[in-house]
Every structure is written in structure tokens, then in C-alpha cells.
């Protein structure tokens, strides 16, 4: 896997229907150097917001329509990766459990502090540089991995199990010449350096090799 691009600087989203509190969020933000975007409820923020962009989403739990959880398990089906701050002027344990609980990295009361919130907002922008990174190479490995025949992906997967060509021969009831050049040929189409590259690739981005993506 390739590093995170150093030059990508996320932008935090604010999802929030105080108007009073996003302006005075985007001021603070500003003001350490960080670019945000507002939002008055969450159905505006789907419709503008780039799903590819890296990014930061600090949400109100309370809003007119969607809710912040609705709109977090919206994000989480959608599968995006960015870090998700929770905030709320009447937030208690079980709230704040159930965003932690479904991948919210943080729950702030209002209002807020404002040293915590910009010291929150910059650890996870460098966290979100490394979630949309590792997205798009997951989503990379896995269109090569929609290439490999089903025979070649069976290979595959006894590969990641650790099976010599011998072993997977006898399992597959094929010659070992036979898995030899299905490994050649998953090494070409998946632009693997090597196997063993490809086998640490797919474990560290979760991607399932027996089920077509």
C-alpha cells in the first residue's frame, strides 16, 4: 500500500442548525488555519458535501429532520470514512455510548470549549488523511480483486490460509503447474509486487477474496 498523500488538507464539515454556532465555529477554525464548511440540517449536507474529499463531520445530535444518528448510520452505510464528532447542548451517557459505540470518535457538549474542540478537530484531520487514503486504496485492490476469475480467486484465498502451490494442488485437485500459473496470473492482474505483498494488502484493508465485491 502506498503512504497518504502529505499534501491533502481535510476540511471540517459542521452540520448544526444553530446558525449563530456555525458561524462562530467557522471563526474558530479559521483562525488556526483550518477550512470549514456549514451546514444548517443534514439533508443539505448530503446534497453538497464531496464524498471523496477528506474530511472531519462534526454533527448536532438534535436537528429539524434527520437526526445526527440518522444521518451517521446514512454515512455508515454509504461506507464513508470520515472521523464523525458528536456534539449536543443536552447530551448524556447512553447518547454519547451509542455515537462511540457506532464510530463517532468524540461527543462535546455545548457549549464548547474552545481549546478541546480545536485540539479534537486537529488530531482527526490527520486521522481522516489516513480513513480516506486507505479508502481509496481499498476500493483499488478491490477492483483488481473483481478481475480474478472464481478459480483464481479460491487460489487466492488458500494462498492468505498459507498453503504451498503443493498443497493447494492437492486441495484443489489440480497439478501444482496448474496453481503456479493461476498465481502468476493473479500477481499480473491485481499489479501485485509480489504475493506476499498482496496477501498483507488484503488483510490490512478487511477485503474478503471469496466474495465477489
Known amino acids: 500500500m502506498t503512504s497518504p498523500d502529505p499534501v491533502v488538507t481535510p476540511v471540517v464539515h459542521v452540520v448544526d442548525d444553530d446558525d449563530d454556532l456555525r458561524q ?9 488555519g483550518i477550512e470549514a464548511l456549514t451546514y444548517p440540517d443534514a439533508t443539505s449536507f448530503l446534497e453538497e458535501f464531496d464524498p471523496d474529499e477528506p474530511a472531519v463531520v462534526i454533527v448536532d445530535v438534535r436537528m429539524p429532520g434527520m437526526s445526527g ?10 461506507g464513508y470514512p470520515a472521523p464523525m464528532i458528536f456534539c449536543s447542548a443536552h447530551g448524556d451517557i447512553p ?11 468524540d461527543f462535546l457538549e455545548k457549549p464548547y470549549d474552545h481549546q478541546r474542540m480545536i485540539d479534537v ?6 486521522h481522516a488523511r489516513e480513513r480516506f487514503a486507505e479508502s481509496v486504496q481499498r476500493r483499488e485492490l478491490a477492483g483488481r480483486l473483481d478481475t480474478l476469475t472464481a478459480r483464481e480467486r479460491e487460489v487466492l484465498a488458500l494462498v492468505i490460509r498459507g498453503l ?3 498443497a493447494i494442488a492437492r486441495e484443489l485437485g489440480a497439478s501444482a503447474k496448474t496453481v503456479d500459473v493461476h498465481r502468476a496470473r493473479i500477481k499480473a492482474k ?14 490490512v484493508l478487511g477485503l474478503d477474496v471469496e466474495t465477489p465485491a
Open 69 to 78: 444518528f440518522q444521518l451517521q448510520q446514512h454515512l455508515i452505510d454509504r
Open 121 to 126: 478537530v486537529q488530531t482527526q484531520l490527520e
Open 95 to 105: 447518547m454519547s455510548v451509542r455515537a462511540l459505540n457506532r464510530g463517532a470518535v
Open 24 to 32: 462562530s465555529l467557522v471563526f474558530l477554525f479559521e483562525s488556526v
Open 190 to 203: 491485481t499489479e501485485a509486487e509480489t504475493l506476499g505483498v498482496l496477501v498483507r494488502d488484503i488483510l
Open 164 to 166: 504451498s502451490s503443493r
